[in-house]
């Protein structure tokens, strides 16, 4: 009587690459960058806590990414550090704001990419919060309206996608109303969907200058506790009319991710964030683990419950470790 014997299919590189239920590829990654104001357009300016990864002058944002797209990859995700900071984060709908300069210089440099833009306020308040502040608590409804003029500001500047990350209830309906009543119903909405008060995002709190002033975002973002609370998020923004859903991040929450796979019909993404990122490479760089193959298993497993792209500031790294299999 025989029996199961998994291993006959291991024994060689071949037949386990051709037996492989789930594949890496370029295209699945979203490369994140950081772009500042108040810099001079040449300045790469090494975040201490994300080895590898700069804040970003204009000029200097436009070569990363001319070098990102000849090494394979087709999507970049911009968020802005602006000069100026005030109550109503008015540089993030400025004309002339920080991301929509750089969503235009990119266009033009590298047509074909496509450019996704992080539309909150936290970068651009003098507070740090992703909302209007009332009394010392954010207030939801306010915000919309601010949060509808950035991502028709992005639209305008020539942006491919818009991702709204704040986790104010109502604003993916806000965005999808503003975008199609200026002529913009073919741009496609990329929503947080689900984005958990994680204390994983220290280090991208540093790149982006974004670190709120007071409190904590523990009233709009998620309990990391709550796993059926995602689900109702989620439906809340397919109902609104986002396009793709968002799980951040990602490691810790491969089981929500599954379970948004498993129940709705659309394309997900999941943000490999800066923690994650920066607990890889700092073992990596103790010698403790193989940074290489830690990386490319943890994206492989974060496709593997079901994301169809993943945002993470290891894209060009992982593009040219794929070329050298």
Known sequence: ????????????????????????????????????????????TPIAS????FQLGLEALVAEVRQAWTLGLQAVMLFGVPRHKDEYGTQAYAREGIVQQA???????????MVITDVCLCEYTSHGHCGMISEGRVENDPTLQLLAQTALSHARAGADMVAPSDMMDGRVQAIRR???AEGFGHLPIM?????YAS????????????????????SYQMDPANALEALREAEADVQE??????????????DVLYRLKDRFNCPLAAYHV????????????????????VALESLTSIKRAGASCILTYFAREAVEWMQEY
Request: proline share 7%; glycine share 6%; hydrophobic share 40%.
């Open 274 to 293: 800066s923690g994650e990122y920066a607990l890889i490479k700092a073992a990596g760089e103790k010698g403790w683990i193989d940074e290489r193959q």
């Open 178 to 180: 503003s975008l199609d």
């Open 241 to 254: 009319g986002a396009d793709m859903l968002m799980v951040k991040p990602a490691l810790p929450y491969l």
């Open 199 to 218: 204390a994983f995002y220290g280090p991208f709190r540093e790149a982006a200058q974004s670190a709120p002033s007071f409190g904590d975002r523990k």
């Open 191 to 195: 929503s947080y969907a689900v984005k």
């Open 50 to 53: 994300m080895p590898g990864q």
């Open 1 to 44: 009587m025989s029996f199961f014997r998994g291993r006959r299919l291991r024994r060689t590189e071949v037949i386990r690459r051709m037996v492989r239920e789930t594949e890496l590829r370029p295209q699945d990654l979203i490369h994140p960058f950081f772009v500042v104001e108040d810099a001079n357009v040449q300045d790469r």
């Open 103 to 113: 969503v235009t210089r990119i266009k033009e440099a590298v047509p074909d990419i």
